[in-house]
């Protein structure tokens, strides 16, 4: 079982910027891939973005282009860059890891973007 510890969520205005955070018990190449999950009010939630042991990234549509996923391995930490924030990204931002074959989630953080 992987421990997850989220931060850098908060409030911003429109078009600002926010860095999340997620630092992660042991060697993130432990890990086959860890991604970043949003839930927004009244919405499903949505994978936002993705990076695996190797260092290959991916985004949803919704945020390519805005988002950047990126790791500090000597760090065990895993970020997510928010650029060009939008009131649509207003929701709970969650890590996700696997490790040993399960699913592992951290608390999340909440991810406020106001007009």
């Known amino acids: 079982q992987v421990q997850l510890v989220e931060s850098g969520g908060g409030l911003v205005q429109a078009g600002g910027s926010l860095r999340l955070s997620c630092a992660s018990s042991g060697s993130l190449f432990s890990s086959n891939y860890m991604s970043w999950h949003r839930r927004a009010p009244g919405k499903q939630r949505e994978l936002v973005a993705t990076?695996?042991?190797?260092?290959?990234?991916s985004y949803a549509d919704s945020v390519k282009g805005r988002f950047t996923i990126s790791r500090d391995t000597a760090k065990n930490t895993i970020y997510l860059q928010m650029n060009s924030l939008k009131p649509e990204d207003t929701a709970v931002y969650y890590c996700?890891?696997?490790?040993?074959?399960?699913?592992?989630w951290g608390q999340g953080t909440q991810v406020t973007v106001s007009s």
């Open positions: 996700v890891a696997d490790r040993d074959y399960r699913l592992n």
């Open positions: 990076i695996t042991r190797t260092g290959s990234t």
